[in-house]
């Protein structure tokens, strides 16, 4: 499959401080990138430089092979951009709002008005259309930003923190739209910091702090390569000092922590069943509460990646 | 009580946290200090000047004129400077309602409604009255020759510090009721500058004076019925201009004594000062009552007056219109002209625009005939015979053959008569023909004499001219910085729009939002122009045109070129600068400053004593003095035009036509060549500022 969104050594820099520093980026047709990192990280310079709004230093960036900076005109009409703040146009009302950006694109006459309606049932804001832009909520502003970048049918859909502020029933719909925009086979850049709903929508992800990649490729590799070992929560009834020693002693046991009573225990990568714990505890006469495996997540590999650096 | 007294008046201003933040920052700021040393530097440069240019005097009474002399200036050097800073710090406070993060957390706190927005109001105001006392040792030094009365100086300092404190007022309240917005920064300061220009300028309308010798002794003297409401006039008043003295209670008309009249017409400028503190507190009083509960209400003043009115259907909902093939001209031009604000002042603009024109015209054309007349075909040649009008009978009389007339005191010819005169005397022969020897003509009274016509049609031009032409730089200016701020300009970036289609598109759409407006001033002169049409059929031969034909080819052109220029230039500066207030300020300074500077040198060229029609071909490459001459070319169009005949007049106009079709095409030229120049740089410009 050919990789729609590629970046090569990409890097920025504002005077002396650096936005990203040689970025390897490369996302393929039809995947859902979720790009993730602390605050000025270079997320959103990266989707500016994508969305031909900034120059690269130096490097490279290209979308369906064509180089932003040189090819801008042509990748323009291919890319869909949501900024992260949302463009006040307090004078316009919702279809004006989308007609004025049809027409930016090029599209006029009956097509426009057609495309123009057919966007605003899919995103559900008919009802909508004759409201001012300006007077929406949040969430219905967020969708109408989706909806502009609709309008001209992109191959490429930039979205920066498109869910940012929304309330979760905002959040929710927002997903869904996007879950439907990528069963439509549109390719999705994403930045986003609510995790959960990256890991539930994206394919792929990249981690990204002080302008470096630490990571990029599909989530199950991701949430493998941070996991080093399986992690077994373990609450006993009482004396959970001593049912630390107790397990600490086994040899398939990495490592053993206590927490307010919780035990988590690392058990060795090569060890399939884990229920000696279990047994091992009973026949000490322990009172086994709790024993659950502990979850690798997106956020558990975001804490584990990253180091909290901000530039 | 004083316990009450002293916690509550202790709370608002010494110890009021707002302000307290705003002093102890006061002068840290670079900016803050470069406008104070421009200022400062400014005033002395102005003192040095004067003092040397006095530096030979030796007599005292000769030096205390020049420090006299030296106080006027300097005191309308500062009252200038403060009506021009006064509106730049405190047109911030309407916007803080928008910018609200701030303005929402001190609502948040404790603060009283007080304490808010008298710290917001005294804080904004802070800065010029710090200007103005910064400036009181420089004022210090035309006491030392003396002729300067400590109350002059008192004047002066209160008509500027009541000046800034009303100007910061009006700003409080229009952001505490949340009747502002970005956009209407400009519009209060333009309402600022208008306001006080424009009085200045009605000032010599002599219809508005209050003048002659009912009310003064010196009858060389007058004042104006907006010397106590402008502060430029005020101060004029009070400095003993004795060609601007205002009159004693005791030479008023007992109908005018009484108060507040009567205190309005004898001191200016204590009313203006007293006025202004007390609107002052009139505006600030209700910002103190209301803030929190308009704070809270979720509808705008101004949306509740405007739905009120009718003039918008609903706050948050409107039809949608069609947009055009150029999206970003259809914004320019339909989006920002339908908004409730720019349809009310254009209407308002028109309407008022079309007024003037008609109410001018019926005084002018309202003719008064004397009890007798004469006609056109007055006189038989063959029959030796004059006919002389009544109101109800015709006389006929003979007349000698070397019969003498004259037209307002000056020799005529009988052939040159054409049209109807007023009989002013006529002397009839001794003998029995009783032929008539001698016939004094006059031309009959109007409501308004051609002059007058002219001055009030030109100022009403001029007027209208400068409004359009500082509404469209101003949104010119804001256009794309305002993108720039909100973030919308990322979206059209990202889009396939070029940077050619971008700003053709937004030069189109504010031609295509000023081109109404525009319309004023050429409807006015076409009223004119046909009604000169009109009148020349039937007065004939010494028929004056109020306003030359021409104009209107060569004032519609005019005003296309201007209003292209200014758009030029608005969305240069928009493009260059980051912020809109700057890009506007810039904007409007460079256009005022090329058409008023085009427009002193042009004046002066016309106004030659040259019998040539070549300067008039010079000073066509300014447009305000094109439309100055054009529309009174007697005040104006030099000595062709005053004492000229018929043949030169005619060159110089065909010499100004000529030149004005030529400068229209140069300025068509360079306005191009910046289009040009913006469309290459774009990009670069843009990316400059990427952040």
Redesign the interface.
Same mark, same amino acid.
Request: without cysteine.
């Given at each position: 499959m050919a990789a729609v969104i590629k970046t090569i050594n990409l890097t920025k820099r504002?005077g002396s401080l650096v936005a990203l520093s040689n970025l390897n980026l490369e996302i393929q047709e039809g995947d859902c990138f979720g790009f993730i990192g602390p605050n000025g990280a270079g997320k959103t310079t990266t989707i500016?430089v994508l969305?031909?709004?900034? +120059?690269p230093t130096w490097g490279e960036a290209r979308i369906c092979d064509m180089v932003v900076g040189f090819q801008s005109?042509q990748i323009?009409?291919l890319?869909g951009?949501v900024?992260d703040?949302?463009?006040?146009? *307090? !004078?316009?009302?919702? +279809? *004006?709002y989308l *007609?004025?950006?049809?027409?930016?694109?090029?599209i006029?006459g009956t097509n426009?008005t057609k495309i123009v309606n057919d966007v605003l049932e899919l995103t559900d804001l008919g009802h909508k259309? !004759?409201?001012?832009v300006d007077?929406l909520s949040r969430g219905m502003k967020q969708r109408l930003s989706i909806a502009?970048v609709l309008v001209?049918d992109p191959k490429v859909l930039l979205l920066d923190e498109p869910a940012g502020n929304l309330d979760p029933r905002a959040r929710i719909e927002m997903r869904e739209l996007l879950k439907e925009l990528r069963r439509m086979g549109k390719t999705i850049l994403i930045s986003s910091h609510i995790l959960p709903e990256l890991a539930d929508l994206c394919n792929t992800v990249g981690i990204i702090e002080q302008g470096e990649l630490l990571y990029s490729g599909p989530v199950a590799d991701i949430l493998r390569r941070v996991k080093s070992g399986r992690i077994l929560q373990v609450a006993v009834s009482s004396n959970s000092q001593l049912a630390q020693g107790l397990l600490s002693g086994d040899p398939r046991v990495a490592g053993i922590t206590s927490l307010d009573g919780m035990l988590k225990v690392v058990v060795n990568e090569d060890v399939q069943d884990v229920s000696f714990l279990a047994e091992m505890l009973v026949k000490n006469g322990f009172r086994v509460t709790m024993l659950k495996e502990e979850e690798v997540n997106l956020e558990t590999a975001f804490m584990r990646l990253t180091k909290g650096v901000v530039q | 009580m004083i316990a009450v007294a002293r916690d509550i008046f202790w709370r608002l201003i010494p110890a009021n946290p707002i302000l307290l933040r705003i002093i102890s920052m006061a002068g840290k700021r670079r900016r803050d200090m470069l406008i104070r040393c421009g200022y400062l530097g400014l005033l002395c440069l102005w003192v040095i000047f004067m003092l040397l240019a006095a530096s030979g005097q030796t007599k005292l009474d000769d030096l205390a004129k020049s420090s006299a002399g030296i106080f006027e200036k300097i005191s309308y050097v500062q009252l200038i400077l403060v009506a021009l800073l006064a509106p730049v710090f405190t047109a911030g406070a309407i916007t803080q309602e928008g910018d609200s993060q701030t303005y929402d957390i001190l609502l948040a706190t404790p603060l009283s409604n007080g304490q808010i927005v008298l710290g917001s109001l005294l804080s904004r105001v802070f800065f010029v009255i710090a200007l103005l006392l910064s400036g009181v040792p420089i004022f210090a030094i035309t006491q030392i020759f003396g002729g300067v009365g400590l109350d002059n100086i008192l004047y002066s300092f209160g008509i500027a510090a009541g000046t800034a404190f009303v100007t910061g007022a009006i700003a409080m309240a229009l952001a505490t009721f949340r009747i502002g917005?970005r956009r209407t920064i400009f519009g209060f300061y333009l309402f600022i500058v208008l306001y006080m220009v424009g009085l200045v300028l009605l000032d010599s309308v002599p219809f508005l004076q209050i003048t002659g010798g009912a009310v003064y002794s010196n009858e060389s003297s007058h004042i104006s019925w907006f010397t106590g409401i402008n502060p430029f006039l005020a101060l004029r008043a009070s400095m003993g201009d004795p060609s601007y003295l205002p009159p004693l209670a005791a030479d008023l008309p007992a109908e005018l004594r009484f108060w507040p009249i009567g205190w309005y017409l004898t001191s200016p400028h204590t009313f203006y000062i007293t006025a202004t503190f007390v609107l002052g507190m009139a505006l600030t009083i209700p910002s103190v009552v209301f803030l929190r509960r308009v704070a809270q209400s979720t509808l705008s003043v101004r949306s509740w007056v405007l739905l009120k009115l009718r003039i918008i259907a609903s706050?948050?909902? $409107?039809?949608? &219109?069609y947009?055009? $093939?150029?999206?970003?001209a259809?914004?320019e031009a339909k989006?920002?002209a339908?908004?409730a604000r720019m349809t009310w002042m254009r209407y308002a603009l028109i309407a008022a625009g079309l007024a003037g024109a008609i109410w001018t015209l019926t005084r002018f054309a309202h003719v008064e005939m004397p009890d007798k007349y004469i006609a056109r075909g007055a006189f038989n040649t063959d029959q030796g015979m004059v006919t002389i009008l009544t109101s109800d009978r015709s006389i006929e009389q003979t007349y000698a053959p070397g019969l003498k007339i004259t037209l307002d005191g000056k020799a005529i010819r009988m052939s040159d008569l054409d049209g109807r005169y007023g009989v002013k005397d006529y002397t009839v022969a001794s003998g029995p023909r009783k032929d008539v020897t001698t016939l004094n003509l006059v031309n009959p009274k109007r409501g308004m004499s051609l002059k007058e016509a002219q001055t009030y049609l030109l100022w009403m031009l001029l007027l209208e001219i400068a409004v359009v032409l500082i509404v469209i730089t101003n949104v010119a200016a804001s256009t794309v910085t305002r993108?720039k701020e909100?973030?919308?300009?990322?979206?059209?970036?990202?889009?396939?729009?070029?940077s050619r289609y971008y700003l053709w598109g937004k030069l189109r759409g504010l031609l295509s939002l000023a081109l109404p407006l525009n319309l004023v001033p050429v409807a006015s002169i076409f009223v004119f122009v046909v009604y000169d049409v009109f009148r020349m059929i039937a007065e004939g031969g010494q028929f004056q045109w109020v306003v030359f034909p021409e104009a209107i080819v060569v004032v519609p052109l005019i005003l296309m070129t201007l209003t292209a220029l200014g758009a030029v230039v608005g969305i240069e500066m928009s493009l260059r600068c980051r912020r809109t207030m700057s890009a506007v300020m810039i904007s409007v300074a460079i256009v005022v400053g090329v058409v008023g500077i085009f427009g002193l040198i042009g004046n002066a060229i016309a106004g030659t004593t040259s019998w040539n029609w070549a300067p008039l071909v010079i000073a066509a490459f300014s447009p305000i003095t094109v439309v100055s001459v054009i529309a009174a070319p007697a005040q104006f169009g030099g000595r062709v035009f005053d004492e000229g005949g018929a043949d030169l007049m005619l060159g110089a106009r065909i010499g100004m036509f000529i030149g004005s079709l030529i400068s229209s095409g140069i300025y068509g030229l360079i306005i191009w060549a910046i289009y040009k120049s913006m469309v290459k740089n774009f990009d670069m410009t843009i &990316?400059r500022q990427? &952040?």
């Open positions: 504002y500016k969305a031909t709004l900034l +120059q005109r323009r009409p890319i951009y900024p703040s949302f463009g006040a146009y *307090e !004078d316009m009302v919702v +279809q *004006e *007609e004025f950006f049809a027409a930016a694109y090029g006029h426009r259309r !004759d409201t001012l007077s502009r001209h | 917005t706050a948050t909902t $409107h039809k949608p &219109r947009v055009w $093939h150029n999206p970003i259809w914004r989006t920002k339908s908004a993108e909100d973030g919308s300009l990322d979206l059209l970036l990202s889009s396939p729009i070029t &990316r990427s &952040r």
